[in-house]
């Protein structure tokens, strides 16, 4: 049973955008923080964004900041990642996680690939 579905990756063009979807079960998005994680070949799976939940205010990661944005839609139990000025580098599987109140992870999708072409 799929518990979170991701949409949105493809290929674009360096300076591009990208919008990512994650969707949820209304049980496990009232409960849970859905985050997102990138994995790059030969890389291990990176934090890349959190929504303002327990915390007060989203997160991101350093490499990030300023150029992803992540929202919630509570009424669609979605998050996104809104992703622009998109470089090579960001060419990785995007996962979205569910995190419960303890800080572990209690699900994951699929992932999703984003390319970024220089």
């Known amino acids: 049973q799929v518990q979170l579905v991701e949409s949105g990756g493809g290929l674009v063009q360096a300076g591009g955008s990208l919008r990512l979807s994650c969707a949820a079960s209304?049980?496990?998005?009232?409960?849970?923080?859905l985050t997102w994680f990138r994995q790059a070949p030969g890389k291990e799976r990176e934090f890349v964004a959190a929504?303002?939940?327990?915390?007060?205010?989203?997160a991101y990661a350093d490499s990030v900041k300023g150029r992803f944005a992540i929202s919630r839609d509570n009424a669609k139990n979605t998050v996104y990642l809104q992703m622009n000025s998109l470089k090579a580098e960001d060419t990785a599987v995007y996962y979205c996680?569910?995190?419960?109140?303890?800080?572990?992870?209690?699900?994951w999708g699929q992932g999703t690939q984003v390319t970024v072409s220089s």
């Open positions: 996680a569910a995190r419960n109140t303890r800080g572990g992870y209690d699900y």
């Open positions: 209304s049980s496990i998005f009232s409960s849970h923080s």
């Open positions: 929504p303002a939940w327990n915390i007060g205010r989203p």
